[in-house]
């Protein structure tokens, strides 16, 4: 399958496809304990939000086979640990309600076969772009390795800022944008005898699809860190943490040509809070218009409520 295409240019609508025919790749590679960077590094990173942030409502905007919203429903049930709950946004109310978003519905079979006996995750068919909920119905909004494979990331973040309530938190895990680059990677010259990460052209936005592994492929939307800062800051969410953590341990030991470049992120989460009163002095978004009048940015409901 050829997928000759100008990067300059948003994908053909057909590569969203993408994902039904390759659901399987991702959940027999990622899920279920299969991965190192979920299991030592995403997984324990969202436990940690959810103990500090305490949701009692949580979307998982393109939760593929489920296993992070099977992760909030087990914290949720087992309550805060010891520690949490200064920070926190709700009363800690349990059991947690999940929902999960996904367009693919070769996910969400999967994801409604691993639910787990007494921890129910609602899931709902739809897009990012354009989530069927009622504005600020969500404590928490979490999207892992999603927005860096869709068109629309804009619309999508200021969606978030919709259906997140006042003081809601949004938890965004993405493949690091700069040092995952495209064309970027770690480079042993052995004529000049250097060694160095090499970043491909950050600022340029790149829209591909890529064979990840033997005729799976997938579509991705590289872009500068700024554009999803800019669209948070435009959708009222403001950043309150950062992180880049290193690679874990799990993934050095499988991917023996990375341990020299283990200084280097493959990973970068965003943790932001809604605000109160959105900043108008934020730029719209592109493709988003300023909003306008007393309805205020987060206008528009849609759909009925989490299920
Ligand atoms: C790399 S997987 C991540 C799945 C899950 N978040 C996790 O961490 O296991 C990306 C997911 O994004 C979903 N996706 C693709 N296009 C989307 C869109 N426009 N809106 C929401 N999700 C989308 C895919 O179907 C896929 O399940």
Redesign the pocket.
């Given at each position: 399958m050829s997928y000759l295409h100008d990067p300059a240019d948003a994908l053909p609508a057909e590569t969203?496809q993408l994902?039904?025919h390759n659901?399987r790749w991702?959940q027999e590679a990622?899920?279920e304990g299969a991965d190192p960077e979920?299991e030592e590094q995403?997984v324990p990173m969202l436990e940690a939000e959810l103990a500090r942030l305490r949701p009692s409502c949580l979307l998982?905007?393109?939760?593929?086979?489920?296993?992070?919203c099977r992760v909030a429903a087990r914290v949720g049930a087992e309550g805060a640990p010891v520690g949490a709950g200064a920070a926190g946004l709700g009363a800690g109310t349990v059991p947690l309600r999940v929902v999960g978003?996904?367009?693919?519905l070769?996910?969400l079979e999967v994801a409604a076969q691993r639910q787990v006996p007494g921890l129910p995750v609602g899931l709902v068919r739809?897009?990012?772009?354009s989530l069927p909920f009622p504005d600020g119905c969500f404590d928490v909004a979490?999207?892992?390795?999603?927005f860096e494979?869709?068109?629309?990331a804009d619309q999508?973040i200021s969606e978030v800022g919709r259906v997140l309530r006042p003081g809601g938190a949004f938890l965004l895990?993405l493949n690091h944008p700069l040092l995952q680059a495209p064309g970027s990677g770690w480079v042993d010259d052995q004529i000049l005898g250097e060694q160095y990460w090499r970043i491909g052209p950050y600022l340029v936005e790149h829209h591909s699809v890529e064979e990840v592994a033997k005729d799976v492929w997938?579509?991705f939307v590289h872009r500068p860190l700024s554009s999803y800062l800019n669209a948070m800051a435009a959708a009222g969410l403001y950043v309150t943490a950062m992180h880049e953590p290193a690679p874990p341990g799990g993934f050095l030991a499988r991917a023996g040509e990375y341990a020299e470049a283990a200084a280097f992120p493959r990973l970068a989460f965003l943790r932001a809070e809604k605000l109160a009163v959105p900043d108008r002095s934020a730029p719209p978004p592109r493709g988003v218009a300023r909003p306008t009048g007393a309805g205020g940015p987060w206008a528009a409901p849609t759909g009925p409520g989490p299920q």
């Open positions: 969203s994902w039904e659901a991702w990622f899920t979920y995403i998982d905007i393109g939760c593929g086979e489920g296993q992070l978003l996904d367009p693919t070769a996910q739809g897009e990012a772009a979490l999207a892992c390795l999603v494979h869709i068109e629309g999508a895990f997938i579509p």
